[in-house]
């Protein structure tokens, strides 16, 4: 999926197990997916997970993780990675990885039509909470910049995409959120990326919310990407009235979820089948929900 992305196996995570972690070197150890765009995952026994960056960007992630996720799981309503061990580079790997306890769970399907009141209500909830917590010392998020610093990117996917989506459709939903009054609070906590490969759920509820590697202060709207990502149209009036957005959050959160379908869109087209196709939902969903009667 990435240029220079180490090649990693289940022989490979022994090596590393035995080397760094003699204590779990007799586990077994498989594969999880293969979708995930910044760590190759495997599950260690029946209670680990091992997760190894794809690029020298994700695996910078991992001390932000390490320090940060303890302090922010009391204040949260699910549950999220709790780091066992911090691995360094070793055994032909380049990177610094990690050794998480495992999660039980699937991820939802994008835009599954059934029941979602109870999903987009548990989403709130998270949400509501992490942007309550004290942002104090907290870095910025990955996704920090405001709207209008991506406007060069978005401009530049829309062109490449021209074949592909209704670019002017598109452009103009863009240029709208651009208009949007700015946030009038402070920074606050944000996932950034909350996406159907970033969180678990059983029986239609959330169980937790995964992958922190975006996190830190930010716009809210950012947060406000679930409601595309992850939920139908039938939904998202349930999440929006619960996360008490106004409508220049919600147009920013539009924006939010636009400009990274088409960035995903664009990258991952060739390379990812999971995340171009995600993407392509992202954005009809937008389109859609955008679009005036016939």
Sequence with gaps: MHADEPRTDASL???????????????????????????????????????LPRTAGSADDIAGEHH?????????????????????????????????????GSCPVVGDTAEAA??????ARFVTALHRIDPTDAPPSYRSETL????????????DLRTEIDTAAAAEIWETAL???????????????????NMLTADGRLTAVIDFGCLGLGDPAVDLIVAWY??????????????????????RGVGWALSIALMELQYYRETNAFMA??????????????????
């Design 179 to 197: 208009r949007a009054p700015a946030p009038t609070g402070p920074p606050v906590w944000i996932h950034a990326d909350l996406q159907p490969g």
């Design 68 to 104: 940060w996720l303890p302090r922010l799981a009391p204040s949260l309503p699910v549950a999220i990675p709790v780091p066992l061990g911090a691995g360094v580079p070793g055994e032909g790997y380049p990177h610094p990885w990690s050794v998480y306890g495992w999660l039980d």
């Design 118 to 123: 109870p999903l987009a209500r548990d989403l």
């Design 230 to 251: 992850v939920l139908p149209a039938a939904a998202r009036d349930t999440f929006r009235a619960a996360v008490e957005a106004d409508d220049a959050a919600w147009t």
């Design 13 to 51: 995570v022994h090596r590393l197990i035995a080397a760094q972690f003699p204590q779990w070197s007799g586990l077994p150890v498989e594969r999880v997916g293969a979708a995930g765009t910044a760590n190759a995952m495997y599950r260690l026994g029946d209670d680990l997970v091992v997760r």
């Design 148 to 159: 209008a610093a991506r406007n060069s990117a978005v401009r530049g996917a829309l062109a």
């Design 277 to 294: 196709d995600t993407a392509r939902h992202v954005i009809a969903e937008i389109l859609a929900g955008h679009r005036p009667p016939a």
